[in-house]
């Protein structure tokens, strides 16, 4: 079974407004770590935003917000006011904490294009 | 600029040729990994050093040969490659997942351009 679902391949945003893009995970690990990176067309994968498992409030930075909701196993990514330079592959991984292995297991990614 | 750094950018061999990927960082991390990025398509785990020592080998064939000299340096070492190897190779380093450091994400080179003729 995947790990981590991405349903969105693509997605498209007007510049300035907002934009969701969807994560969903299986893991039978009580501790777990999620994380979102972003990769332009250049090939750097770039780490955005952390969501620990036991973390009680969603996390936040910046412009990047994560929507964590533990029971429906998701962890939406949340992009507000988008700018041109957001246009990028998306993609959420996770990490399983209590095997002590450092490994992710990365989602298929979502392609966000931004439209001026 | 990254913290993770890979030479070379590009490169283009043939497949008789020998070569090697390098992968640098100074982060004091003491875990690094190699993966292989075929076009729209995640990261592929290839391989994990854990404090020099090699503890995740994902079933990768031989013509590709890794090697951690120290805890800052990580090599890939190709021989013999055949053209599905082309992609983009990644590598990345983190601290070790204990301790404290389970949040900590991996920090990922720009990566290395590979094509084989």
């Known amino acids: 079974a995947q790990k981590i679902t991405q349903t969105q391949p693509g997605m498209f945003v007007q510049e300035k407004e907002a934009v969701t893009l969807d994560c969903t995970y299986d893991t039978s690990d009580p501790s777990y770590g999620l994380f979102w990176y972003k990769q332009p067309s250049s090939g750097e994968m770039i780490f955005l935003i952390y969501q620990g498992s036991y973390d009680q409030q969603n996390a936040t930075e910046g412009r990047y917000s994560l929507n964590f909701q533990k029971a429906r196993k998701s962890a939406n990514l949340v992009i507000s006011a988008s700018q041109l330079g957001d246009s990028a592959m998306y993609f959420c991984a996770m990490r399983e904490l209590q095997t002590g292995a450092n490994n992710l297991f990365f989602g298929t990614g979502t392609r966000l294009t931004v439209i001026p | 600029d990254t913290e993770v750094t890979q030479t070379p950018k590009h490169l283009v061999m043939g497949m008789t040729n020998k070569k090697s990927l390098k992968c640098e960082q100074h982060m004091g991390h003491r875990a690094m990994y190699w993966y292989k990025q075929k076009a729209k398509k995640p990261p592929e785990l290839m391989f994990v050093?854990?404090?020099?020592?090699?503890?995740i080998n994902e079933s990768v064939p031989s013509r590709f040969s890794p090697e951690c000299p120290n805890s800052s340096l990580l090599n890939l070492h190709l021989h013999a490659l055949q053209p599905e190897d082309s992609a983009l190779y990644l590598c990345?380093?983190?601290?070790?997942?204990?301790?404290?450091?389970?949040?900590?994400?991996?920090?990922f080179g720009d990566g290395t351009r590979l094509s084989i003729l």
């Open positions: 990345a380093s983190s601290h070790q997942g204990q301790g404290g450091f389970d949040n900590q994400p991996q920090h």
């Open positions: 050093y854990s404090y020099e020592k090699l503890s």
